[in-house]
């Protein structure tokens, strides 16, 4: 079995969005399609753990601390699953995989979320 390949990781600053894909590259329609996916995130120092998943019928369900800001989709026609990501905190900052839910495939190489804060804003009060 092949690993999925990950993209669509970078930097951004907090609040900012990016939009992951998972390509099962080498799996057919008919494998690809009933099986239920997730995103999966890996921090520095962390064990890995899941996001958000998929299920054949597109049932979605998400971490808390995800919640309302990240959107999982799937397109069996491309055979691919993707994450989109907003509101970015510094705490999303992680390697990304995606596996089945059973995680039955060989892990792949993730893709990394590097999410800093913002310059921030000079405040200067004066009596």
């Known amino acids: 079995q092949r690993r999925p390949v990950e993209s669509g990781g970078g930097v951004v600053q907090a609040g900012g969005s990016l939009r992951l894909s998972c390509a099962a590259s080498?799996?057919?329609?008919?494998?690809?399609?009933?099986?239920?996916w997730g995103w999966y995130m890996q921090a520095p120092g962390n064990v890995r753990k899941l996001v958000a998943s998929?299920?054949?019928?597109?049932?979605?369900n998400y971490a808390d601390s995800v919640k309302g800001r990240f959107t999982i989709s799937r397109d069996n026609a491309w055979k691919k699953v993707y994450l989109q990501m907003n509101s970015l905190k510094p705490e999303d900052t992680a390697v990304y995989f995606c596996?089945?839910?059973?995680?039955?495939?060989?892990w792949g190489q993730g893709t990394q979320v590097t999410v800093s804060w913002g310059q921030g804003t000079q405040v200067t009060v004066s009596s």
């Open positions: 596996n089945t839910l059973r995680e039955s495939l060989p």
């Open positions: 080498g799996m057919i329609s008919s494998t690809f399609n009933p099986l239920d």
């Open positions: 998929i299920d054949s019928t597109r049932t979605t």
